[in-house]
């Protein structure tokens, strides 16, 4: 508008200075002049010096504004402090994942020492599960109203009193209290394994947050590991020798105690909230909306109603409760081929887990550079069924291909932990990442549950190859879901669009509303791309 009114009052003729009254209302599409010099208003300055050039300078002021109606960036920022936030974070969700898992590993030693049955030490580790499932709902109620904080100092707190609890059971006839102890420790469980994608989204950048919540996870992941390579050190097989035996229990349950107490008065001091400023634009539009909008209810109601969400959450739990139920019987597995191999037994976990680790860290920075989300939980998903395949059908070939087959096995299936919590916070965005993931990880415990007494039961009764099959199968039926997944990044699409000044995308062309957030469309940038 403004170049057309300077065009219409000041079209020059062969750079002369004085115009008629009916050359200057002569329309400028009919007079076709070749050079426009020296057109300026004091704001604007125009050079043009043919018909294909123009040249536009502003102010520097003006340079640097929006234009009328194009949406202002929100401040963000990042702060040095996120690393220490989830540092502290992942080395408490470590102990309690070595909590969860150092009485399986070493299933033969604590049935003999507590004279109990070896169903009865495998719900040592099944009440992680089972305990996760009623209290989830509770626990992502308080991760909404009370935070971050407040939820991370109880499953440390919690985590740090089961470890001392331990330590009064003590004695071959104590076996109740150390299930009373590990009862406190899976209570601690549901305010841990939910905060990994909520600390990411909160404390991190878009361009880190994939990775961020991979590290998150890879601490409880690096705490299975932990909880396969040192209880069988600590605790060797001495059935001639029972009071050796519960010194060196109390030896592992003292060192756990002691690192809890740390931990927690570490997480006391350094975990927070939130930074004053949002990392990300996606954070920022959140804090933007009235806190009064926001219903928990009607959060999970939107989850339910979300059939993306519902099949990764049949897909996820199926993966993870597999992972479980490997990780719960992987003790019974190796001995029942390789007898007397408890230390190997570990080791092998060990090697599990860790190749899971370095997964992890792969699958969340690839996710960080290309966004592809659906395609990249497709083909975790489908190697981890193959790896699980080789992993079935050789494991009583050789120990050292034992050692082979579990890293490739645990390289796919530890790995896409962080890929589900990330995907499913993508798809439900702008929905609690704390809901999203609890409602992940209590579908993980369910079939978990489910997996570890089905598969414990065939591998007593027939073998571990039955086991094993039995868990391909349900994976095979979770590569079908998966497939079926209907991708759109949400919270990606919301960082896109405001830094771009676009509009939000989400699944539909129209406007949508999700508990007191409004997002717009913008069919660009919604769908996942693929390679």
């Known amino acids: ?204 950048g878009p361009r880190e947050v994939s990775t961020a919540c991979a590290t998150a996870v890879l601490g409880n992941q690096l705490g299975v590991a932990v909880g396969f390579l040192l209880p069988p050190v600590l605790v060797p097989n001495t059935p001639e020798d029972k009071e050796l035996m519960g010194h060196n229990i109390g030896v592992m349950f003292y060192g756990t105690a002691a690192v809890s107490t740390l931990l927690f008065i570490l997480t006391v001091t350094v975990i927070q909230d939130r930074p004053k400023l949002p990392p990300s634009q996606a954070q920022a539009v959140l804090l933007t909306g009235p806190a009064e909008d926001y219903s928990y209810q009607k959060s999970i109601i939107n989850l339910f109603k979300n059939k993306p969400f519902i099949l990764l959450l049949l897909s996820y739990g199926i993966m993870t409760g597999s992972f479980y139920s490997v990780s719960t019987l992987l003790n019974q597995m190796i001995i029942y081929h390789y007898e007397g191999e408890e230390l190997n037994a570990g080791r092998i976990g060990l090697t599990l887990v860790l190749a899971g680790m370095v997964g992890s860290i792969l699958c969340g920075l690839w996710l960080d550079h290309t966004k592809t989300y659906k395609m990249t939980t497709l083909v975790v998903y489908i190697l981890s069924f193959i790896g699980m ?80 099959m039995f868990l391909c199968a349900w994976i095979f039926l979770g590569i079908i879901l998966t497939a079926m997944i209907k991708s759109e990044l949400k919270r990606h699409g919301v960082n896109m669009g405001n830094s771009t000044g676009q509009s939000v995308p989400t699944e539909c062309p129209a406007e949508k509303v999700s508990n007191g957030v409004t997002l717009e469309s913008s069919s660009g940038l919604s769908r996942e791309t693929s390679l």
């Open 389 to 468: 395949l080789v992993f079935t059908f050789t494991l009583k070939l050789y120990l050292l291909v034992v050692f082979f087959t579990a890293g490739i096995l645990g390289f796919f299936m530890t790995g896409y932990l962080p890929i589900g919590f990330e995907f499913g916070v993508e798809i439900t965005y702008p929905e609690s990442e704390g809901t999203s993931s609890g409602l992940l990880n209590a579908f993980a415990q369910v079939f978990g549950i489910i997996f570890t007494l089905i598969q414990g039961k065939l591998t007593s009764n027939y073998n571990p190859q039955a086991g094993n």
């Open 1 to 204: 508008m403004v170049a057309g009114e300077l065009l219409q009052e000041h079209i020059l003729h062969g750079g002369a200075p004085d115009q008629s009254a009916a050359a200057r209302d002569t329309p400028a599409a009919e007079q076709k002049p070749e050079q426009y010099q020296d057109l300026a208003d004091g704001e604007i300055h125009l050079t043009v010096q043919g018909p294909d050039t123009l040249e536009q300078e502003l102010p520097p002021s003006e340079g640097q504004a929006m234009l009328p109606g194009e949406p202002k960036p929100l401040e963000t920022k990042l702060y040095r402090r996120r690393f220490a936030v989830l540092t502290i974070f992942s080395l408490y969700s470590l102990v309690n994942a070595f909590q969860w898992i150092q009485y399986s590993i070493i299933t033969n030693i604590f049935t003999d020492y507590y004279s109990v049955s070896s169903l009865q030490v495998d719900w040592l580790s099944v009440v992680y599960m089972v305990a996760y499932v009623p209290l989830i709902f509770p626990a992502t109620w308080l991760l909404d109203k009370k935070g971050l904080r407040v939820t991370a100092l109880l499953g440390a707190g919690l985590n740090c009193i089961g470890a001392w609890v331990k330590c009064a059971s003590i004695g071959p006839g104590l076996f109740w209290v150390t299930m009373t102890a590990q009862i406190i420790c899976s209570v601690a469980q549901v305010f841990i394994l939910g905060l990994p994608s909520r600390i990411a989204s909160v404390w991190f």
